[in-house]
């Protein structure tokens, strides 16, 4: 079994920057694939950015050039950098990831609040 925990969630004023983390610890060989979602208040959860274990990044439209993702697969952890905050930035923000272990399996954080609001 495989657990993600992610960390770094939290209220900040529009423009202002928070990194996210999500560790993964259990019974793990290999993350194949990393990845951030979001879902705001009376939204479908959607995608925010993805890394694979050869560092190829996949970024929403409306996140390219402010959020940065980026993984340590040493360490089997995977960070998003928030920059340059909105207001409709704000939701739970969820880490993914595709895990070689005893199986090939897909897992999810708990979630994270990020809250932008003056």
């Known amino acids: 079994q495989v657990q993600l925990v992610e960390s770094g969630g939290g209220l900040v004023q529009p423009g202002g920057s928070l990194r996210l983390s999500c560790a993964a610890s259990g019974s793990i060989f290999s993350i194949i694939t990393m990845g951030w979602y979001r879902q705001a208040p009376g939204k479908q959860r959607e995608l925010v950015a993805t890394i694979t274990r050869g560092d190829n990044t996949y970024y929403a439209e409306s996140m390219k050039g402010r959020f940065t993702i980026s993984g340590d697969t040493a360490k089997n952890t995977m960070y998003l950098q928030m920059n340059s905050l909105k207001p409709e930035d704000t939701g739970v923000y969820y880490c993914?990831?595709?895990?070689?272990?005893?199986?090939?399996?897909?897992?999810w954080g708990q979630g994270t609040q990020v809250t932008v609001s003056s």
């Open positions: 993914n990831m595709a895990v070689l272990g005893t199986r090939v399996g897909d897992y």
